[in-house]
């Protein structure tokens, strides 16, 4: 089977870069392992496909990451924001911007989304071979990919096979090993936009907890970054968006065994002076009731027991005013700055992300190897990890347009 361009991977990425390419009168076929195409873009945004994000060109560094501290993330700019919504436009698709710049279709559904896409493809009749999870590249005169049931020759490859979150849907990680044979550098794959897991006697008693705060992140003792939101402990952790931004920034830290804490503010909009004297004035007010009934006016009832025994207060059903001073000042302190050590992740199973991927000092600004002309890349598979909120599949179609804008330079 011959093609002049040929995808592998019929995710998000590939899938735009292919009808791209076949409105530019390119002949491209996508080669999919899976039985079906976009089947983690159905998923994402909770299953309303957070498309994109109005802000993706604020503070690009702050929104991605890479290995490659240098790396200037030039395809957000080489194919932007505006140029997304126009081409989605153009199929008929239409957004609404939700909270913090959150971008969705106007419908709220993914399978909006993934419908028009697979449509637009049947519209240009775009050949798509499923079930062909590829074993091997080759490169002579032309590429030489080889699947378990067939053999394709390309003048030109692309691999948009993604990363390893959710490997169900297809991005199982078995591409960067054959990219590494064909002499690329990789940075090691770990799961991001991730729940994290905590060391606590108290995780089990406090799950399902759900309370709003900040969350700090800190190596060796020193705050790496803060994120704010709704926070859910879990029997084995922690969850919530701030949590899943927070786990951005675990690696390569974690894998080197270093000391990593998550500490929780419960109540950010109050100094530590506030809080302080909110919770005197609480057992000041109600020094004749239990402790456990002193603090039901401003904490979880499933919460209190738990960080009163943190604070040193055994027994809940302790008299306030027999309590002494000093546990409260204990308690005050740990609303404000809770520590938890950090022992790990809930793996790629539950990750919406993946740290790692094809080193970018590889890459050309074009996104063609360096290693090998006529291979490029788009979208997970490169070490570029992008922030929760739209700017993961923002990275897939800029990759994906600026890949289109190189294989159709006159």
Not at 58 to 68: V, W
Not at 116 to 136: D, T
């Amino acid at each position: 089977m011959k093609h002049d361009i040929l995808i592998l991977g019929g995710g998000a990425s590939g899938v735009f870069l292919a009808l791209l390419l076949a409105d530019c009168g390119k002949d491209v076929a996508i080669l999919e392992g899976k039985d079906r195409i976009l089947k983690k873009l159905l998923t994402t945004g909770n299953g309303r496909c957070n498309i994109t994000n109005a802000q993706v060109m604020e503070n690009i560094p702050d929104r991605y990451t890479s290995a490659n501290k240098d790396y200037r993330f030039s395809p957000l700019e080489i194919f932007p924001l505006e140029d997304t919504l126009g081409y989605f436009q153009s199929l008929g698709l239409s957004f609404t911007t939700l909270e913090e710049g959150k971008m969705y279709p106007l419908s709220l559904q993914s399978s909006s989304v993934v419908d028009l896409l697979r449509l637009a493809l049947e519209e240009r009749q775009v050949p798509v071979y499923l079930q062909e999870k590829v074993q091997s590249i080759v490169k002579k005169d032309q590429f030489l990919v080889t699947t378990s049931t067939e053999r394709y020759s390309a003048n030109t490859v692309v691999v948009a096979t993604g990363g390893m979150a959710a490997p169900g849907t297809g991005s199982d990680g078995s591409m960067l090993k054959l990219l590494k044979g064909l002499g690329h550098r990789i940075i090691k794959p770990e799961p991001a936009l991730v729940q994290l897991k905590l060391e606590s006697p108290l995780l089990r008693g406090l799950s399902g907890v759900k309370i709003q705060g900040e969350a700090t992140l800190s190596l060796e003792g020193q705050p790496l970054r803060k994120e704010a939101g709704e926070l859910l402990f879990t029997d084995y952790g922690i969850s919530g968006p701030p949590i899943l931004q927070l786990s951005r920034f675990l690696h390569p830290h974690l894998e080197e065994h270093k000391k990593l804490t998550v500490t929780l503010d419960l109540f950010p909009d109050f100094s530590a002076e506030e809080m302080k004297a909110m919770v005197l004035d609480q057992v000041a007010t109600f020094s004749y009731r239990t402790a456990m009934d002193t603090f039901r006016s401003i904490l979880p009832n499933k919460l209190i027991p738990l960080i009163l025994k943190e604070a040193g207060i055994e027994r809940p059903s302790t008299v306030t005013g027999e309590v002494p001073p000093a546990r409260f000042l204990a308690l005050a302190s740990l609303l404000k700055a809770w520590t938890f050590p950090v022992t790990g992740t809930q793996g790629f199973n539950m990750a919406q992300g993946t740290y790692g991927g094809v080193d970018t000092l590889d890459v050309k600004e074009t996104l063609e190897s360096r290693k090998i002309p006529g291979l490029y890349f788009t979208g997970e598979v490169l070490d570029v990890l992008g922030a929760c909120g739209g700017f993961n599949l923002q990275w897939a179609w800029s990759t994906a347009g600026t890949v289109m804008k190189a294989l159709t330079r006159s």
